[in-house]
């Protein structure tokens, strides 16, 4: 089973290309658009030509997401493998209670989903209540045939501010969103606002040069932390993705 190729695992797209889909599927006013818009920002920074399709956002005009937002990218080339034509729509729902029809078509032929979280205390019952409807959405395959990578955003709010990590996690495994030998891995936490706020200070930084290479790219290397960890969710669960659909056709 040498010869598998992306396009055996995933849907192809019009134009041939193998694509995986994930959903950000969060609780309203998350953060769920705002980290798309700080990835869609990053790649613009750091290689455009990785952006396949530009960044739409479907909202009011107080921002709300009344539909979606989507926005298709390409993979950077992954290290040492050949798995580096792979594209990702990445889409946000409407968080909004009332939206729950298009949060219904948004997740139709859903791959993978970023379960988004809010660190606010004042989210807490928000938080359940939008993890129990991806798992009746997407149904038995939730975690399994359907990976799902759970984010906790607005890390940068005061402790005092912030629900308990460890009694978000308790929440994801007693509702089985994940399993606990697994919560280490794949319950990641992070701020758009903060990864937002540093590619503006790089951008009007007065030593802007250093960041940037020839070609007028902002270097990996120069990627702040916080960008970092809106990145990582994303990587990890296309990771997840390809793994669980090599296993299946491997086995097969
Ligand atoms: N403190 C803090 N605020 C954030 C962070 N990310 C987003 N926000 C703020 O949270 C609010 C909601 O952000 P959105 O990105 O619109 O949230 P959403 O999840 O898309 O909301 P809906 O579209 O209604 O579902 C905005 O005021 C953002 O500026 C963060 O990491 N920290
Ligand atoms: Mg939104």
Redesign the pocket.
Known sequence: MSQIELSDIFTVDREGKPTIKIVLF??????????L?VFNALRRMENPKTIVSALTKI?DDT???VFF?QGVFQTPPFKGKKFDRLRYQLW?????ERHKTQRDIVMKGVDAVLL?LNFEKTAEEQNKVILKEAKETVGETFGSKIPVVAYI?????PAEERLDKRDIIKSLIEEGAIHSDKAANIVLT?????ARNELLSILTSPKRDEFFDDSNRLRIDKRPDSVWLIVRPIQKLTQLAVEQRLEYVQNF
């Open positions: 969060g609780p309203p006013m998350s953060g769920k658009t705002s980290m818009t909202q921002g709300r997401t937002d946000t729902i409407p968080g909004e988004f955003n607005k890390s940068d709010l992070g701020s758009c606002l903060n």
